[in-house]
């Protein structure tokens, strides 16, 4: 079958080798110059953290070796108080597992490459999608050139252009829910030819309404984003204010960010944003086309899910189409199925947003995480939220369910022990009870 993808991100690229190892033949349209020959676009976010969705996902094909030897493990958090104060949280109980930073251009580059290699795939840079027939599948381009596809994939990310052709349609309902926040990446360089902090950590300044976070790059570099409220990062329009309001808020980064205003300056304001379509495909006529990844379903970053949750998209159609035999049209019908799994990711995004920027810096949070992971060692079976979400593929929709009968099974195994002590010094006469002696 002849298959069209639209977008060759880090999910088009992806999709791209699932489909051509099926044996259909590929071809990907991106709108930007091919950037393993250019330099990479500015304004993305600059490194992500991948886990075990997506490394399950490359896994399947065989990728993960040659993309994760360029990531850097982050076993937990290293929350930055106002004061200065570290405190270290695994995220994980026995503190063998972690999210691994990885540079978004370099990820992209590698799966580039990887849908290069697979016979049947065709790669064609500065195409980009300006128009769309669902009915015929005929494609128009900026450069005024058309193409035709019987199956068209949009993988064109959360300003998806086939989903803007969809929106128009009877029958599909889209919203986009923006967050009165904005983010912003600045540079925090190596020192001395070493990493300026512990690499081992995703960081987090957590501030109450607004937070920065770092991770490492293998430079030796880390690469800060502040999330804060549009009128924060508004108000910040001269260097002895950006300069007066990271000494107050982030004194000891502050110290290690000596192009903190250039990079405040220079860098562009990335929008966070929540956007929901359905259904995902729409099939007319001789064509169907179906959407992927952040072009169907764009959530905010804040449990480092999105391209993990892309990623496993592609999981979940190649298992689709072998339900139905490589039937495209059924097998996105099926793939419709996925939307209980991302819009409880799309929910969990959000609400971690809270959990990052304001509890992660409470006792009372580090004490609840504390009893969290010792109940995780006591009670076989037992995991947290983050783990499932993390460090495992339990479907999304799955985690939510679990968690609640584990808190149930918890609770009755801490009603267990309490009423067993009570027995016991029952026993040896040290309570008293109604009628007792
Ligand atoms: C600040 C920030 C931090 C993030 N951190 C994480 C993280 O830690 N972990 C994680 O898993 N996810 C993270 N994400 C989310 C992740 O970046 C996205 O989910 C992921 O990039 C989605 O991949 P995609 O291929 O669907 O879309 P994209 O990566 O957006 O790719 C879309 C591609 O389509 C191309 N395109 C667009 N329009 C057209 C057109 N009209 N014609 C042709 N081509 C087109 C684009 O050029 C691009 O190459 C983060 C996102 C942000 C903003």
Known sequence: MEVTIVGAGLVGCLLACFLARRGHHVT?????????RHGREGGRSINLALSARGIDALRRL???????????????????????????????????????SIGRADLNRRLLDAADAMPGVELRFGRRLTGLDERTGRLEFEDGKEDGARVVIGADGAYSAVR?????????????????????????????????????????????????????NPDRS????????????????????????????????FELMPDLVPGYRDNPVGHLVTMRCAPWHVT??????????????????FYGQGANCGFEDCVALDRCLDEVGDDFPRALELFERRRADTDVIARLALENFVEMRDKVGSRLFLAGKRLEHALERALPGY???????????????????????????????????????FAARRGRGLVRTPGGE
């Open 222 to 253: 880390f690469t800060c984003t502040v999330f804060w409220p549009h009128d924060t990062l508004a108000a910040l329009d001269t260097p002895g204010k950006v300069r007066a309001y990271f000494a107050a808020h982030y004194p000891d980064a």
């Open 28 to 36: 990907v349209y991106e709108r930007r110059p091919d950037p393993r």
């Open 383 to 421: 995991v947290s939220r983050y783990e499932l979400v993390s460090f495992s593929t339990t479907p999304y929709s799955q985690v939510e369910r679990r968690i609640t009968r584990q808190r149930l099974a918890a609770a009755a195994a801490g009603a267990a022990l309490v009423a067993a002590g």
């Open 284 to 301: 007319t006529g001789a064509a169907t086309v179906g959407l992927v990844g952040d072009a169907a379903h764009a959530i905010v970053p």
């Open 164 to 216: 803007a052709r969809l929106q128009q349609l009877p029958g599909v309902s889209f919203s986009q829910d923006y967050l009165d926040y904005g983010y912003k990446e600045l540079p925090l360089p190596a020192r001395n030819g070493e990493y300026a902090m512990d690499p081992g950590a995703l960081h987090i300044w957590p501030r109450g309404r607004s937070m920065m976070i770092a991770l490492p």
């Open 62 to 100: 065989g990728l993960d070796g040659k993309v994760l030897d360029a990531a850097i493990p982050m076993p937990g958090r290293m929350m930055h108080a106002s004061d200065g104060a570290l405190t270290f949280q695994p995220y994980s109980a026995d503190r063998t597992q972690a999210i691994n």
